[in-house]
């Protein structure tokens, strides 16, 4: 495994080879996600773009759209001035993970290297005040259907499985051992960004949530 550098220049090991397909997948389902394979994910990605890995977090997103089979489409083949994949899964509103890359993705963008230190050191965040680093090589990126009006409301079946997800892949590189913050949300990440955002969604809510799933195994419902 790499050794990463913390930011009081000790080192400490990581899992932070990125999940082949078929691990990602078995992580996910293990989790109890609802998972829908679209099209050819296995294969489709950037990496002819830039480095995939070392990876050290998951980051969540909204779509800013409506409707599930357009949002993956687009999640999946990207716009005119930015190609997909734009995430690795999309989350629709009754739950159901649609993966749609695995590799580099154009999710996460320039955001703040002290940032990044802190989630690969998984203490609590600094105010992301710069953009001087590539988040597309180090983040697992899930984008959620919702409008991102902050009006748009969140289902419970849909933050249960943002969290679901999100820590199949921190039990998967044994993240969590040391703090919350393998799991950021967008707007910890780069400035000017608001998402995830609306009734129903909360990142520390979330991270939380992660926390005590890893408290368990991989098959654990909790109670209502």
Request: proline content about 6%.
């Amino acid at each position: 495994m790499p050794l990463c550098r913390t930011p009081d220049s000790s080192y400490k090991s990581y899992m932070a080879t990125p999940l082949s397909a078929d691990k990602l997948l078995k992580a996910l389902g293990d989790e109890g996600v609802d998972l829908v394979e679209h099209r050819s994910w296995r294969t489709n990605n950037r990496n002819k773009s830039g480095a995939w890995g070392p990876v050290h977090g998951v980051m969540i997103h909204h779509t800013a759209t409506s409707g599930t089979d357009s949002s993956v489409e687009l999640c999946y083949d990207g716009r005119s001035d930015l190609p997909g994949p734009l995430c690795h899964g999309v989350i629709a509103k009754d739950g159901t993970v649609h993966l749609v890359g695995h590799g580099r993705a154009n999710h996460a963008g320039k955001g703040d290297g002290d940032v990044l230190n802190a989630v690969i050191a998984e203490r609590s965040l600094p105010k992301d005040n710069a953009s001087d680093t590539d988040g597309n090589p180090h983040f697992y990126g899930f984008e959620c259907v919702n409008l991102g009006d902050g009006d748009d409301s969140w289902p419970k079946e849909q933050v249960e499985a943002i969290v679901r997800a999100s820590a199949a892949i921190c039990r998967a590189h044994g993240w969590g051992k040391d703090g919350d913050t393998s799991v950021i949300g967008h707007f910890e990440w780069q400035p000017g960004k608001v998402d995830p955002r609306g009734p129903g969604i909360s990142i520390k809510d979330v991270r939380k949530r992660v926390v005590d799933r890893l408290g368990h195994a991989a098959d654990w419902t909790p109670r209502p």
